[in-house]
């Protein structure tokens, strides 16, 4: 069977390595006895990378590097390919889906790429196993220790520099045995699909070698041209990321780079040899001649260009031997695909043109191409080796270790599709999200008129499209108004609207709610509810009814510290009674205010709350004998004529915040916190929200908080609470970033420099810069024309004609057609 494998010179399949997969971590074993695993990583944005930050970078790459010895190959291979199908899910929302279907035809234009990075550790074992090799399936135990042994040795290896790798760069994965056969299959072929990994997985190569490959000067997979640059001359100097640029372009390519590392005695043998052919070349082969026969001394004058290379060879010599440095075979080949022959050269030429203006030279292959293609393939350690040698510090300059990162196609926490579709630089989409792992607060800073509160209202259209999803948003300006009518959401303006509330209405047992959970479960079970099964239903009631009374109490303790009255302990115990009292009334509409002012006995209480009954100015609040407050999955408090009111403020968006949080449920939810210093900025106030930002991760919900000030929140007390629990930042442009005054602050906010000058470069309404653990990312939201209407309507008459339309045909679809006119 291996005979008949091997002697099939006529197909692609005979030069490709591998032949099996031996075990559950994709490892694959090889025909010339090596194995190999291959993971997934994406490096830093070297956009937001300081020239520090990438020298440090590539230094400890470096001693990562110098750990692998002779015997060690690597593949590391950036692809560039067209951006996905864009990700969606089943949207009911007529609005929504409107917004979504627009995004969804702008990026799956077929104009959007992205890269995807993948590296490959390939270990020769001993000389006598691809002998052995061929003996494979014959019961020889053995070979079988001597393979298991290799094996060991390759795993405990690979385990190492995997995790020193996780250090080094955002994101490292190991791929999957199916992910290895479809990142495998890309590399031989010219089809673009997801590979099933067979019952056994025994002959990958006639497996998955599904094109024919033609040779030639101008050769052919699979019906695609092909072309195949390499590098044959280097500049002077190399610096970190040189080929960065390449993560740029609108055109798919494979840009494979191969080191086979060489031992250290290898190194050493060859430097030195290197260095004394060089050295030697400072005097002619004449004059040497002349003074081998005449016995004349070495003229004063030599070829100082030689000398200066012997000095650079002897510096690596020197670095190798305290082991500062490996050594090894590399070469390069990029691999440009195109379905016609003319397509494929002006996508060569663009590639060429980029390196050579880095000073290097390279060579569009044309005798050689099949061999470079062949070099590329991971696993490959035969065909295409280049004889010289390169250090591995200049090897970390020439690996596309730098990314445009391109953002998660997926949400793993919620297990949905990625929130919004963004672009960025490079024909790159970005695909912006909130969670970072279960944590979605996330924190906006940026100067009034920058586009803020258009980002905010794509943000909450957006995530309607999750299912069951619960978004509620104090907002200033109305710029909320127009999409919640859209979509079909309440929209409460505190302060106009005839809103009341009645914060005191649930502190006691109400028998409607006993009634009314009996009911659903009996109509649920279909069946009377056992006495047993009421009792629990009862023991619940008054279980809630004592944690309302509970909350209650701190809600109006709260209110006499804002007022300034310090309570004695007596005065606490009053009002405690006065509320065991007022609950104990059977008919919740009786439950107010007045009411409890009625029960207190002490006279300074009373006073203090009489303004906030109806004889006082705040009582149209908070005084009333119903709850003319409905929520929905949607709710919208507008904020901008109560916010001044300092005396109201405070007590309501309380009440408010404990009305939201018992309606949280476990659905992803958020809440959206725009011109947020009149939350932090409330002393009162911002110790609740430093428990909300520690316990609401807890019910699926992320807080975000919109500001137009960094010092809003640098001057608070919760300026470090909200920098750790804010895992997500977006900072709007800013052309003052740079400024004294502003440079220091945005340092404090965990941005260096160069992401602070491209925040003052940013252009207001248009550019957004992201920033979490997961990378850094400038960006623009690439909004349709219907989007754009409904997420970034703020203009006072615009909203006046919503509003109009709004009291004749009411929210959603209706609505919504007729104000985009569609």
């Known amino acids: 069977m291996i005979k008949e494998y091997q002697d099939e010179k006529n197909k692609l399949s005979t030069y490709v390595p591998w032949i099996a997969m031996i075990d559950k971590e994709a490892i694959i074993l090889n025909k010339n006895g090596t194995f190999q695993k291959t993971l997934k990583f994406r490096g830093h944005d070297l956009d937001s990378a300081t020239m520090y930050e990438l020298k440090n970078s590539d230094a400890r790459l470096n001693d990562v590097l110098r750990r692998l010895d002779g015997g060690w190959t690597m593949h590391i291979e950036a692809k560039r390919v067209r951006s996905k199908e864009y990700s969606t899910n089943e949207i009911d929302n007529f609005a929504v889906k409107l917004i979504d279907n627009e995004r969804k035809n702008k990026f799956e234009s077929g104009n959007y790429f992205e890269s995807e990075y993948y590296l490959t550790l390939t270990y020769l074992t001993p000389i006598d196993t691809e002998k052995k090799i061929k003996k494979f399936f014959i019961d020889e135990t053995e070979f079988s220790k001597k393979l298991d042994k290799s094996l060991e040795i390759f795993k405990k290896e690979f385990k190492e520099i995997r995790g020193l790798f996780e250090e080094l760069f955002l994101e490292v994965e190991d791929l999957t045995a199916e992910e290895t056969y479809t990142y495998l299959h890309s590399c031989i072929s010219s089809k673009n699909q997801k590979v099933i990994v067979p019952e056994v997985p025994m002959y990958i190569a006639n497996y998955l070698c599904d094109c024919d490959l033609v040779g030639g000067l101008k050769p052919i997979l699979g019906g695609k041209h092909f072309r195949c640059i390499s590098l044959q001359g280097f500049p002077n100097f190399t610096i970190p990321c040189m080929f960065d640029e390449l993560n740029r372009l609108g055109i798919e390519y494979r840009w494979s780079t191969r080191f086979m590392f060489l031992s250290k005695n290898e190194a050493l043998s060859k430097l030195e040899k290197k260095w004394k052919a060089t050295f030697n070349g400072r005097i002619s082969m004449l004059k040497r001649f002349m003074m081998e026969i005449t016995g004349q001394k070495e003229p004063t004058k030599v070829d100082e260009d030689a000398l200066e290379k012997a000095d650079e060879i002897n510096t690596q010599l020197n670095l190798t031997r305290a082991d500062i ?5 590399y070469s390069c080949a990029i691999i440009i695909y195109g379905d016609t022959a003319e397509e494929v050269d002006e996508k060569t030429q663009k590639i060429e043109k980029i390196i050579n203006g880095k000073g290097f030279i390279t060579i569009n292959e044309s005798i050689n191409c099949i061999e470079t293609f062949l070099g590329a393939i991971p696993g490959n350690i035969y065909n295409n080796v280049r ?6 510090i200049s090897l970390c300059h020439l690996l596309p270790t730098s990314s445009v990162w391109g953002g998660d196609e997926w949400n793993k926490y919620l297990d949905e599709p990625a929130l919004i579709y963004t672009q960025t630089a490079g024909s790159t989409p970005f695909r912006f999200n909130l969670h970072i792992e279960d944590i979605a607060h996330t924190c906006i800073v940026g100067p009034t008129g920058a586009g803020k509160s258009t980002f905010l209202q794509l943000i909450n259209a957006q995530y309607k499209k999750y299912k069951n999803s619960k978004i509620f948003i104090f907002d200033k300006g109305g710029s909320a108004r127009i999409l919640t009518y859209a979509v079909g959401g309440i929209f409460f303006d505190l302060g106009t609207d005839n809103l009341s509330f009645q914060p005191l209405r649930n502190i006691g047992f109400n028998k409607e709610n006993v009634e009314k959970e ?15 099964e009421r009792e629990k239903i009862i023991e619940k009631e008054k279980i809630r009814a004592q944690l309302e009374l509970e909350w209650a109490n701190e809600w109006l303790l709260e209110i006499f510290e804002q007022e300034g009255i310090e309570l004695k302990q007596i005065q606490k115990t009053k009002l405690w009674e006065a509320l065991e009292l007022l609950a104990s009334n059977s008919d919740p509409k009786f439950r107010t205010m007045s009411s409890l002012k009625i029960n207190l006995n002490d006279r300074d209480l009373k006073d203090t709350l009489e303004k906030y009954t109806v004889k006082g100015a705040l009582g149209k609040y908070f005084d009333s004998e119903e709850e003319n407050i409905s929520f929905s999955n949607w709710q919208v408090f507008e904020m901008e004529k109560i916010m001044n009111n300092k005396s109201a403020i405070t007590p309501l968006l309380s009440y408010l915040f404990h009305k939201i949080e018992g309606y949280l449920t476990g659905d992803p939810s958020i809440i959206v916190l725009d011109e947020s210093w009149v939350f932090i900025d409330n002393v009162l106030f911002a110790g609740k929200i430093r428990d909300w930002l520690k316990t609401l991760r807890k019910k699926n919900t992320g807080v975000i908080f919109a500001t137009q000030e960094l010092n809003d929140i640098l001057n608070s007390s919760l300026f470090t609470t909200i920098l750790d629990a804010c895992k997500t930042k977006i900072f709007l442009p800013n052309p003052n970033a740079e400024a004294d005054n502003y440079f220091p602050i945005y340092e404090k906010f965990g941005l260096n420099n160069k992401e602070i000058k491209i925040i003052a470069n940013g252009v207001a309404k248009k550019d957004y810069y992201y920033k979490s653990e997961k990378g850094s990312r400038l960006f623009q939201l690439a909004l349709g024309k219907n989007t754009l209407k409904l997420v970034g ?20 679809e209706k609505f919504t057609k007729a104000y985009l006119g569609i």
Do not use: W
């Open 325 to 329: 440095l490996t050594q090894g075979f």
């Open 387 to 392: 004889i010289p040698i390169l250090n591995s």
């Open 518 to 532: 009996i009911e659903k479960e009996e109509l649920k079970k279909n069946i009377k509810l056992p006495e047993k």
């Open 793 to 812: 309507a703020n203009d006072p008459e615009i909203q006046k004609e919503a509003r109009e339309l709004y009291e004749v045909l009411g929210g959603g």
